[in-house]
């Protein structure tokens, strides 16, 4: 079981299932809202065990098509964790377990800041990687 949970405390989750990749944004809103590095979770997979009425949802608008999470209490970005998707981004940082992926890409490096190194290998792509 993988364990989750947002600064505070308030807002905890679990995951059963090991996320399916990590990927790392650079537009300079999830740069903003402090959540650049995500892990992908299936729906099935993600449960939120406490905190559930402590989310507010930060409403996307364009060119943003994703909504993203917070806590309402210590403010900490937590991903996509009310999507109704079969598939979301949880913030990497709220992971409280130790898992074992590795960051696989790094998207929009067109809006990286100048003074931010990216440091791996992972693959990297002007904008999102369907726009590449």
């Not at 679990?14 to 990749?21: D, N």
């Not at 992908?40 to 098509?65: L, M």
């Not at 993203?68 to 964790?81: H, I, M, P």
Request: hydrophobic content about 30%; some cysteine; aromatic content about 10%.
């Amino acid at each position: 079981m993988i364990k989750g949970s947002c600064c505070c405390g308030t807002v905890q989750f679990e995951i059963t299932e090991m996320p399916s990749m990590m990927g790392t944004c650079h537009c300079s809103r999830c740069r903003k809202v402090g959540a650049s590095t995500l892990v992908f979770v299936k729906s099935e997979t993600f449960r939120i065990t406490s905190g559930r009425d402590q989310i507010s949802t930060f409403k996307a608008e364009p060119p943003y098509s994703y909504d993203r999470c917070f806590c309402s209490k210590c403010g900490s970005a937590l991903g996509e964790v009310l999507s109704e998707g079969t598939s979301f981004p949880v913030v990497a940082n709220c992971i409280d377990s130790d898992i074992e992926i590795e960051n696989q890409f790094h998207e929009f490096v067109s809006e990286k800041p100048s003074w931010l190194k990216i440091g791996d290998t992972a693959k990297q792509f002007e904008k999102h990687p369907i726009e590449s």
